[in-house]
């Protein structure tokens, strides 16, 4: 199969490019216009070819697509145009922004002139800063020369940065990579306009009654102290963080801070209204995201928009402004969400993947047995809480046995087991939050010591020396590279060291600011368990998608377009597949739970 590397440029300006708009909205304007393109197969010369449209897609239809992988950097935009435009689809996508995020993480920047550079692949140009504004036409030829020049050489960086990339890439990884791509490039999902019109006008009625509502004053909504008070009468724990400037715990009420800003999108509508208000914007994340699918509604058919290895553990994250992560349950968004005439969507979860992998790991094999016999492991931990017979177990001590079993197993300690509680509007007495805690730590001990076990890997991370971590087979320590995964890849705490308050700690970026992060035993196996979901979602993608139509991923989730007249047996496809234990967990116990419907919404 032939490589075929390909870098395009297209007409930008101060209103028509990524600063103002998202890669959907962009590449399906009407002023989108492409410059050219360049392309390159396999080892040999890169071309550039420049004209108009269709004397482009005769240019482009000279290629063999059908047994091609193309590569480039930040496909997600190169292969819309590719499919939006020309009605191409490369039988493999492959793309060296995602595969740099797999490998590098934050330690070094995504962008192609960082990436060559960190690998000493040469540099790239500046001609694109020359080209704002211009259309095509507006180009002399010695300006297009020397664009043609740049964007080839765009071309050659990236071509090299995969090739340097490859010798250390999984294959399975690669095949997620173009899965990924495509659920954005090709999509499936159609968006019910009159669900969302008539979604959209009651927010904003909603939002102006709440608005009008708040009892509280300006100076109360500004006063921290005073905010976190009216919260916490609602039920809601206020966000923290480590003040950059005192190195102590403080508020998180600021405008850049992510749980904060999570908080627009709470279930209360009250409390949706109060950090709108704080925050002194105008419309909620409902509001504006309901306005964004309206919008991609008038344009066409429904792009996921996912970024690969988003998060620190290699989960997917939203993208393109819309992040398809956290529509909450009952939404009219996932309503508004339906699969075309003639199919059906089905949406299969893995069920309490991350309290069964923990228990795995762990080797606590009496929790492993009970979810491997499909017992309730949640009346199993409210029984041994209360001290007696699980057919006694009330409604209200089943919770605290669910929030129990799937809130403490990452090293919790009683104070904030007590705060989470509260959120849900259970209040307990601390003393007994304490209890809870230590009889969840002493019924499965194996997990406090899979705890410390992580301590002492992060030490060896440190020191550069390997060490033991969990289930024998499954992670190796490899010293500062980090904690090598299933896949291969590597789950990493770059410049891991300790602290002058004798924490270990750990540089994040976000953006071009390195940010400090603790980092303890009980955080590296919520890390760790997350990323072996991960894996065992991805494995799992990878065999429906053979089978049916992905569309999209939520976290352990995943979501197909099915053929109505197979909804049944693709469900039971989908179920088997769910279950299935990879090879590197055979006793890892999977369950799932899925639903079909003509819409998303429908699913639940």
Not at 75 to 82: E, R, S, T
Request: aromatic share 8%.
């Amino acid at each position: 199969m032939k490589i075929i590397t390909l870098d395009f440029e297209t007409y930008y300006s101060k209103e028509c490019g990524f600063s103002k708009l998202t890669t959907e909205e962009y590449v399906r304007d009407k002023q989108f216009e492409i410059i050219g393109v360049s392309i390159k197969i396999d080892q040999g010369e890169t071309v550039w070819f420049s004209g108009t449209k269709k004397d482009t897609q005769r240019f482009l239809n000279g290629f063999d697509w059908d047994n091609a992988v193309a590569i480039a950097h930040n496909a997600m935009f190169d292969m819309a145009i590719l499919n939006w435009h020309f009605d191409i689809r490369p039988s493999k996508i492959a793309d060296t922004l995602s595969m740099a995020k797999a490998i590098h993480g934050t330690e070094v920047s995504g962008s192609l002139a960082a990436l060559a550079q960190h690998y000493g692949l040469g540099e790239k140009g500046t001609e694109v800063m020359d080209a704002i504004g211009k259309r095509r036409l507006d180009f002399t030829k010695t300006e297009l020369q020397s664009y043609a020049q740049y964007c080839i050489n765009d071309t050659e960086l990236t071509y090299k940065l995969f090739v340097e990339l490859i010798q250390e890439f999984p294959i399975s990884e690669l095949d997620l990579i173009d899965l990924t791509i495509r659920m954005f490039t090709e999509p499936a999902i159609e968006l019910d306009a009159a669900i969302l019109t008539t979604h959209l006008t009651l927010v904003r009625s909603t939002k102006d009654k709440l608005m009008e509502s708040i009892t509280e004053d300006r100076k109360q909504l500004m006063s921290n102290d005073k905010l976190a008070l009216i919260l916490g009468h609602h039920n809601v724990v206020a966000p923290t963080k480590i003040s950059p400037t005192t190195g102590k715990e403080t508020y998180a009420f600021a405008k850049t801070d992510e749980e904060f800003k999570a908080l627009l999108s709470h279930a209360d509508p009250y409390i949706q209204a109060l950090v709108a208000a704080r925050l002194g914007v105008k419309s909620t994340i409902e509001e504006t995201r309901t306005e964004r699918f309206l919008d991609v509604a008038r344009r066409g058919l429904l792009p996921i928009p996912l970024r690969y290895y988003a998060a620190h553990t290699g989960r997917w994250g939203g993208a393109d402004k819309i992040n398809m992560q956290n529509l909450p349950r009952g939404s009219q968004l996932k309503k508004a969400m339906c699969a075309p005439k003639g199919y059906k969507f089905i949406d299969c979860d893995l069920s309490q993947i991350e309290a069964r992998t923990l228990a795995w790991l762990a080797q606590q094999n009496d929790l492993v047995t009970a979810f491997e016999r499909g017992d309730d492991v949640y009346t199993i931990m409210a029984a041994t809480i209360y001290g007696i017979p699980e057919n006694e177990i009330t409604k209200e001590q089943r919770f605290i046995g669910k929030q129990t079993t799937l809130g403490c197993g990452y090293g919790m300690g009683f104070l904030k087991f007590k705060n989470q509680l509260k959120t849900f509007g259970v209040e307990l007495p601390t003393e007994e939050c304490k209890r809870i805690i230590e009889i969840y730590r002493e019924t499965y001990s194996r997990i406090p010591h899979l705890w410390r076990s992580a301590t002492q890997a992060l030490q060896a991370i440190i020191e550069d020396k390997t060490a033991p971590l969990g289930k024998p087979g499954v992670l190796n320590v490899q010293g500062k590279r980090g904690i090598q995964l299933p896949n291969t890849l590597y789950l990493k705490y770059p410049n891991l060291r300790v602290s002058t308050d004798q924490e270990m700690v750990y540089d994040s970026k976000r953006g071009r600011t390195v940010i400090e992060k603790r980092i303890y035993g009980g955080k590296v196996i919520e890390n760790v368990c997350q990323a072996l979901a991960r894996i065992v979602i991805g494995e799992h993608l990878l065999k429906i998608s053979k089978q049916y139509k992905v569309v999209m991923t939520v976290h352990d989730a995943i979501g197909c377009i099915v053929p109505s007249n197979q909804e049944e047996q693709a469900l039971l496809y989908i179920e088997r597949v769910m279950k299935t234990r990879p090879a590197w967990a055979m006793d890892l116990p999977l369950d799932c739970e899925s639903g079909s419907g003509a819409s998303y919404g429908e699913c639940a």
